[in-house]
C-alpha cells in the first residue's frame, strides 16, 4: 500500500507551542500534500509539495520532504487553538494514476 | 469560491436498503473521486471516475457500489444493499486536472448510518 502513515497518533500542545507531525510512505511518489480535517467536516487542502522539492512554507506551515527516507513532516508553528484539527498526509504514487492515498492522520489538541 | 457540495449531510438507513449519495463537484473540474472515513479511522480511496466512467477503484468499491454522473453536474455514489459496515462519512472530491499534481477540493461529507 502506498498510503502515507501520520506520527504521532494524537499530539496535545499549549498554544503557542510549535506542533511537528510526521509522515512515513513506502514506494516513489509524485508529490505529497497535507491536508487538515476539523471534527465532522471535510478535508481542507493545506500544502502540496512536489517530489523535487526539499521544504516548502505557507504562512505558519512549513513542510519538509526527505525521498531518501520517505518522509515528510509539517511543523505548525507559534500554534494557536484554532489549530485544534487531524492532519492527514496524502501521497500519490509515481507512475500510477493521480490517487491521493491518505494515512490515519494526527489528533492535534493546542489547549488555549 | 467553488465548493463540492454534497447531500444529504446525514442519512440513517435500514441494512438492506438502497442509498443514494450526491454530489456537485466544482464546475469546472473533469476528475471525481469518493472517499470514506469510518469513524476515527483513515480516509479510504473507493473510486475516481473521469469522463464518465470509472478509472480507478478500491477493494472496497465492489458489485454493491456504483457511481454515475447522470447529467453534466451531480455526480452520485450508490450502494445498492447497504450494511452495518457500510456506516462511515462519504467524501466526495474533484480536481480540475488529470495526471499533474493538484489538491483535492472535498466536500463536507454524506454521513451514512446503518441500522
Known amino acids: 500500500s502506498q498510503q502515507g502513515e501520520e506520527d504521532p497518533q494524537a499530539l496535545s500542545i499549549q498554544e503557542g507551542e510549535n506542533a511537528t507531525m510526521n509522515c512515513s510512505y513506502k514506494t516513489s511518489i509524485n508529490n505529497l500534500q497535507w491536508y487538515r480535517q476539523n471534527s465532522g467536516r471535510g478535508l481542507v487542502h493545506l500544502i502540496l509539495i512536489r517530489s523535487n522539492e526539499r521544504e516548502k512554507h505557507s504562512g505558519r506551515l512549513r513542510v519538509t520532504l526527505d525521498t531518501s527516507k520517505k518522509s515528510s513532516s509539517l511543523l505548525i508553528t507559534a500554534s494557536r487553538a484554532a489549530d485544534t484539527a487531524s492532519y492527514f498526509c496524502a501521497t500519490d504514487q509515481s507512475g500510477g494514476s493521480y490517487i491521493p492515498t491518505f494515512g490515519r492522520g494526527t489528533s492535534l489538541i493546542v489547549h488555549p | 469560491e467553488p465548493e463540492v457540495t454534497q447531500t444529504p449531510s446525514h442519512q440513517v438507513t435500514q441494512m438492506g436498503q438502497e442509498v443514494i449519495l450526491r454530489c456537485v463537484p466544482i464546475?469546472?473540474?473533469?476528475?471525481f473521486y469518493w472517499y470514506r472515513q469510518i469513524l476515527g479511522q483513515k480516509v479510504e480511496f473507493l473510486v475516481s471516475?473521469?469522463?464518465?466512467?470509472?478509472?480507478?477503484k478500491s477493494e472496497i468499491f465492489d458489485d454493491q457500489f456504483s457511481v454515475e454522473r447522470p447529467d453534466g453536474s451531480n455526480f452520485t455514489l450508490k450502494i445498492r444493499s447497504t450494511k452495518l459496515e457500510d456506516s462511515a462519512m462519504y467524501f466526495c472530491a474533484s480536481i480540475g486536472l488529470r495526471g499533474t499534481a493538484g489538491e483535492l477540493f472535498f466536500g463536507e461529507g454524506s454521513r451514512l448510518t446503518v441500522l
Open positions: 464546475s469546472n473540474h473533469l476528475y
Open positions: 471516475f473521469y469522463n464518465n466512467e470509472i478509472s480507478e
